[in-house]
């Protein structure tokens, strides 16, 4: 048996349904966090184990940047932090280790973001919860299938693969496309935020 070959053979198969599903609601947030990031706001982004690596994956992107340069963008990866993912988890329980760094992080009109493959890890659910509490917009990358944190966020999106190894691949495509669509409007928003700010100015 070729490993590498019915590697490949399961991602080829998820690719149609993926683009399927994924096309229109990731140009879609694209949009809408180059529109809040671009304008000052934030966006917290959590996962366990390998959907924690891609969490800071992401807010790596858009701290640093993707391709050509532009201003870095405020984005925060809830994993990374030792001291206060420890403290939270010894004083109040592993399942609000995001949570709380939610209600810590998270104003009125951010964004969180949450990685998981099987959409049923009890601390990314708390977080959504948590997410609702304070105003902040939710959204879930999850596998196949109805899940307890598709159901948490606001919006969700199912990445149609049954193997947990494809769907983090989809994730990792999902954050890069996300990231090039952000890139992409950033410009626009920048622009329309600097003509605000000089009317400001002007009618002051």
């Given amino acids: 048996m070729d490993l590498l070959d019915s590697h490949l053979r399961g991602m080829a198969a998820a690719l149609g349904p993926f ?16 529109g809040h990031l671009g304008t000052g706001g934030r966006l917290l982004v959590a996962g366990n184990g390998g959907s924690a690596a891609e969490a800071q994956h992401l807010a790596a992107e858009l701290v ?3 391709r050509g340069e532009r201003i870095p963008l405020s984005a925060i990866a809830l994993t990374p932090e030792s ?27 951010d964004v ?16 959504a919860r948590a997410a609702r509490e304070v105003g902040v917009r939710s959204w879930a990358m ?12 606001d919006e969700v999106l199912c990445c ?4 947990s190894q494809v769907v983090q691949e989809l994730h990792l495509i999902a954050v890069h496309v996300m990231c090039e669509y952000v ?22």
């Fill in 183 to 204: 890139d992409a409007h950033l410009p626009g928003v920048l622009a329309q935020a600097g003509s605000g700010r000089r009317e400001a100015v002007l009618v002051s």
């Fill in 64 to 66: 640093g940047r993707l």
């Fill in 112 to 127: 969180l973001i949450l990685l998981s493959t099987s959409g049923r890890s009890p601390n990314l659910v708390r977080a």
């Fill in 19 to 34: 683009r399927a599903v994924a096309s229109e609601r990731l140009a879609r947030w694209g949009a809408q966090l180059a």
């Fill in 83 to 109: 001291c206060a993912v420890t403290a939270i988890s010894n004083d109040y329980g592993y399942d609000e280790v995001f949570a709380r760094q939610v209600r810590a992080h998270g104003r009125p009109g």
């Fill in 142 to 153: 999850v596998g196949d299938g109805p899940s307890p944190l598709a159901e948490a966020c």
């Fill in 160 to 163: 149609p693969a049954g193997d």
